[in-house]
Nanobody, 116 residues
Framework: QLQFVESGGGLVQPGGSLRLSCAAGGFTLSYYAIGWFRHAPGKEREGVSC????????YYVDSVKGRFTISRDNAKNEVYLEMMNLKPEDTAVYYC?????????WGQGTQVTVSS
């Protein structure tokens, strides 16, 4: 069964940076708009960023604007989320998926913890 595979998370101090990667073997990401989502304990899943399929239009939730950058490498079939100036409220499990979401393709996510 096709699933997304997220990686790159970790423990980082406030103000630090991380780069998340999203891959899906056998599934061509360049054919789809791809989004990053996060789920923090006690909160609902939140759409963080989205990258369109063709033109390079992007979406960012207000809380990450100016700090996060979404991009894709079609040759590597990967999508990335560059996160800078991380804050404790960014702590969550981060997932990628198509937009609109393909529920059957949710991966395990990657944990991002921002703490001193």
């Amino acid at each position: 069964q096709l699933q997304f595979v997220e990686s790159g998370g970790g423990l980082v101090q406030p103000g630090g940076s991380l780069r998340l990667s999203c891959a899906a073997g056998g599934f061509t990401l360049s054919y789809y708009a791809i989004g990053w989502f996060r789920h923090a304990p006690g909160k609902e899943r939140e759409g963080v960023s989205c990258l369109s399929r063709n033109d390079p239009s992007t979406y960012y939730v207000d809380s990450v604007k100016g700090r996060f950058t979404i991009s894709r490498d079609n040759a590597k079939n990967e999508v990335y989320l560059e996160m800078m100036n991380l804050k404790p409220e960014d702590t969550a499990v981060y997932y990628c998926n198509t937009d609109p979401i393909r529920s059957a393709m949710w991966g395990q996510g990657t944990q991002v913890t921002v703490s001193s």
